[in-house]
């Protein structure tokens, strides 16, 4: 540390005034938030102005305002968004479920329960993870076929309480083993079997990481559109997604308004939940390296 | 007496028997979908890909014929691969780098950290569905935002970015780019780690802000910059709907946005060569390993693992 100092320039030596680099830091990450932000803003504000004034100024204040662009893009399918976004909350509501009850089992089994092969299953729990799902992607899609599966939501939502999502077995693993074994060994001195102490103690227990798995598998349900592109074929079926898409083909960018007044209600659940459960999605990320 | 003893004995092995029951019991969900969804379909692609199959008739076998057609003669492969390298090498590295200054930077203990935490956060939660991807081909159009800023503060008239076959990919940069969010908050928990005496100790010796920066804080996190880079990597490689929304789901304009996942999809649902796509997967899923792999290897000369 000696030679570190010995080696130091001059500037570098003198310490900066600590209001002014505090005062650099709060501009930097005031202009870094209005970047971050200004194309959202722009799309919501863009959806309340009329048309022609859309593209006329930057200003992020209608001088107009009119919901009008949200009754075009209602109606602007042969299907009302309202159906489709009915799709949407069906499928996304249903993917929850499935991943809470399936993966939290999983999970139970893994922590707490002692059977022949735990481990191994455990390594090749951890390996799905890894795999892309495109290498898997064309039989199931086959499978699905042959079941006559295809144009239903059940490719979307069966395989969701398979557990097929083993993240988030993972994460509620982590949760699991930090809940104290004593628990469920004074539980099973009293005479409770493995399904009293799962209804009865982990699960009452684990209501924050069964949150963070709630959210994040709504959300992630709601923003999919792979699944349902390759899955749903009418209209009437189309998650809201899939209806954004084919409202971009439809309109051919000739109405801007309705299409971001559209955009902004697909948006609108996601930006919901973030506002309510802030702090759990930003520590889910912060504990686990969660993606997205 | 004897009844008693019956039950002594039978006891432990009703009980085992019974606690393998509730193991496979609870694991059944998952294990159903590990072989049915998971193992099962693996092996069949494996199968497909080594085959001609288009739902029309039953598996033609050729051999190794669609990897060799893949390395050797298909000239969209490569579009594909020229476009998600290209993706991958200049989003993964770019996104790190804002992560880290604005994580840096943030936790410099300024007040209202909660607030641009929160902000910074927003673009990446709300990822990648098709609002966004329409958002930013508006954002980049000939008309769009970047082209009005452009125009009012240098009076240069911008192209439309996303129809041109030069800039189009790099739009889809700038989207990885403005989602920078998790990334941030892992290394913000990581930023955490770093004992505060540290630093203390450092400016004890005269050691410079950058200093520090670059002898402490940057070795000490080499940890997470590697798993934020290895995730982050994985998750380029399977980019997927910007790419469909901006291009109509061509790739285009002239295969330019052709992103991998977006050719496989072609492959199979469009022109239903399933077995042509399923090499293709195969091969992504190589590619990905290969790169994670040399990560790992590449590892042991730049990580610090405090042990």
């Known amino acids: ?292 | 007496m004897a009844v008693d003893e019956t039950l002594h004995y039978r006891a432990p092995v009703w009980s085992r028997l019974r606690g393998q029951l509730a193991g496979y019991g609870f694991l059944s969900p998952w294990l159903i979908g590990f072989f049915a969804l998971t193992f099962g379909p693996a092996v069949s692609s494996l199968y497909l890909s080594l085959t001609d199959y288009s739902l029309m008739s039953s598996p033609r076998w050729v051999g190794a014929g669609n990897y060799v057609q893949i390395a050797q003669v298909d000239p969209r492969f490569r579009a594909a691969m020229n476009v998600t390298f290209t993706y991958v090498l200049l989003s993964v590295p770019l996104k790190l780098i804002f992560a880290l200054a604005i994580a840096v930077l943030l936790n410099k203990g300024l007040k209202g950290l909660n607030w641009f935490r929160a902000i910074f956060y927003l673009p990446s939660l709300i990822g990648g569905p098709v609002a966004i991807a329409v958002l930013w081909r508006q954002v980049f159009a000939s008309d769009g935002i970047i082209n009005q800023v452009l125009m009012s503060v240098f009076g240069y008239e911008g192209p439309s970015w996303i129809a041109n076959p030069d800039t189009a990919i790099y739009t889809l940069v700038a989207l990885a780019v403005w989602q920078f969010g998790s990334s941030m908050i892992i290394f913000l928990a990581g930023l955490r780690q770093i004992p505060q005496d540290m630093y203390e100790a450092a400016s004890i010796d005269g050691a410079s802000r950058t200093r520090q920066f670059f002898k402490i804080t940057l070795p000490l996190l080499t940890p997470v910059i590697f798993f934020n880079a290895v995730i982050l990597t994985i998750d380029a490689f399977k980019a997927f709907t910007p790419a469909f929304v901006i291009s109509d789901g061509s790739g285009g304009p002239i295969d330019s946005t052709l992103f991998y996942t977006l050719y496989l999809y072609q492959e199979a649902f469009m022109n239903f060569r399933f077995g042509y796509a399923s090499a293709l997967a195969w091969v992504l899923v190589a590619i990905i390993a290969g790169f994670t792999a040399l990560s790992f290897f590449s590892a042991k000369y730049w990580v610090h693992y405090d042990d």
């Open chain 1, 1 to 292: 540390m000696t030679d570190a100092t010995a080696t130091l320039s001059p500037m570098e030596a003198a310490t900066q005034p600590k209001g002014l680099t505090r005062a650099f830091a709060y501009a930097a990450l005031l202009a870094m938030s209005f970047v971050m932000l200004y194309p959202l803003l722009w799309m919501i504000s863009s959806s309340f102005k009329p048309e022609n004034q859309i593209f006329s100024t930057g200003s992020l204040i209608p001088e107009t305002f009119t919901a009008d662009a949200y009754r075009r893009g209602w109606n602007g399918l042969s299907v009302s968004f309202g159906w489709m976004f009915l799709n949407s909350l069906v499928i996304s509501v249903l993917a929850v479920v499935g991943n809470l009850i399936s993966c939290s089992m999983a999970a139970y089994a893994f922590t707490r329960l002692q059977f022949k092969g735990r481990k191994f299953w455990f390594a090749l729990m951890l390996g799905t993870m890894m795999l892309p799902q495109h290498a898997v992607l064309i039989p199931q899609y086959l499978m699905f076929l042959n079941f006559g599966w295809v144009n239903t939501i059940l490719p979307l939502v069966v395989p969701k309480f398979l557990a097929i999502d083993a993240f988030f077995i993972f994460l509620m693993v982590q949760f699991f083993r930090g809940i104290p074994r004593e628990l469920d060994e004074a539980a099973l001195m009293d005479g409770a079997g493995p399904l009293r102490i799962f209804f009865r103690i982990i699960l009452p227990l684990s209501t924050p990481v069964l949150a963070t798995a709630a959210v994040f598998s709504f959300i992630w349900t709601w923003d999919d559109f792979f699944a349902p592109l390759i899955y749903l074929n009418d209209i009437e079926k189309y998650t809201a997604q899939l209806g954004l898409r084919t409202f971009v083909d439809a309109t051919a960018q000739s109405d801007w308004g309705a299409l971001l007044a559209m955009s902004t209600l697909t948006v609108l659940p996601i930006f919901l939940l973030f506002v309510m459960f802030q702090r759990l999605l930003i520590e889910g990320v912060a504990t686990t390296g969660m993606k997205r």
